[in-house]
């Protein structure tokens, strides 16, 4: 049997938001059914939605959060081509495994390690961040650099201390790539 695909427009649930992806017509329809920690449910599902639309979006599964748990495991459904649910089952993984709490846990010092603190403009720590924490995350994966930056809660005067962890040598590094990154805009 030959399939295609095909480009069609999804409503989510009665409002005026509709989203476009490309769907495998004819392609053989599968279920499946995984798990993910209960605790990871949220990050999954993201503020108001948009993280299981964005990846429902990017596999061309459908991502089902079910109310079901067992032993601290959420049951999540997928459905759609072999091919699609396979590759929300990476993306889920991702997803969750993404976490924020292990950057820190990166951060950690160790033996012969420094800690530099220096402050930038609070209005610039977004650059600094980026989305979702993609530019901070970034930053450490290059520098090899514990990065953390002050929530705005803690500014004083319109500026937010930044504090790197690491070799010395990479700390200045990484200090000069954040500085070149907000002096830039």
């Not at 951060?107 to 610039?124: L, N, Q, W, Y």
Request: hydrophobic share 30%.
């Amino acid at each position: 049997k030959q399939w295609y695909q095909r480009r069609v427009a999804i409503t989510a649930g009665g409002n005026d938001q509709s989203t476009e992806r490309d769907e495998a017509v004819g392609a053989p329809q599968a279920k499946d059914r995984i798990t993910i920690p209960t605790n990871k449910v949220g990050k999954v599902i993201g503020r108001r939605g948009a993280m299981i639309r964005e990846l429902q979006d990017k596999s061309g599964a459908t991502i089902d959060v079910t109310d079901k748990t067992q032993d601290g495991m959420t049951f999540v459904e997928l459905s759609g081509s072999l091919e699609t649910i396979n590759k929300a089952k990476s993306l889920i993984a991702r997803a969750y495994q993404d976490d924020p709490q292990r950057s820190q846990e990166r951060s950690a010092p160790r033996e012969g390690d420094v800690t530099i603190e220096f402050e930038i403009p609070e209005d610039k720590c977004g650059l600094v961040i980026g989305s979702r924490g993609s530019k901070i995350r970034e930053i450490q994966q290059d520098t090899g650099v514990g990065v953390n930056v002050g929530n705005r809660d803690s500014a004083r005067g319109g500026m937010i201390m930044v504090t790197l962890t690491g070799e010395q040598e990479k700390c200045d590094n990484a200090q000069k790539v954040i500085m070149d990154l907000i002096s830039d805009r």
